[in-house]
Nanobody
């Protein structure tokens, strides 16, 4: 059974930075995609960044491009999201997701294609 456990959320002031972590366990397949999503109150869940398991080919939503870095430590089997220059619009619950499918393009940031999810970690950015 795949388990994804996020950590690293919290409250930060605008223009600050955060690094989110997602510890993965129980993944028995090789390859696939891992991603970060976020959901603000009253809004749909949106993709933030995706990476192939093993750390290849990062893919970012336009809203975070240039401010976010996704990475995957294969030794620790931990997914990271470094977010810089945060704004109040980044306030949301951030979720880690993983799936065995090797997805391409915009599909990598579509939540309906991911089967494994973490419980989420809250990020609040104040102005």
């Amino acid at each position: 059974q795949v388990q994804l456990v996020e950590s690293g959320g919290g409250s930060v002031q605008a223009v600050g930075s955060l690094r989110l972590s997602c510890a993965a366990s129980g993944i028995t397949y090789n390859g696939g995609c891992m991603a970060w999503f976020r959901q603000a109150p009253g809004k749909e869940r949106e993709g933030v960044a995706s990476i192939y398991s093993g750390g290849d080919s990062p893919y970012y939503a336009d809203s975070v491009k240039g401010r976010a870095t996704i990475s995957h430590d294969t030794v620790k089997n931990t997914l990271y999201l470094q977010m810089n220059s945060l704004t109040p619009e980044d306030t949301a619950t951030y979720y880690c997701a993983a799936d065995a499918k090797m997805m391409v393009g915009w599909v990598r940031l579509s939540p309906k294609y991911y089967t494994n999810w973490g419980q989420g970690t809250q990020v609040t950015v104040s102005s």
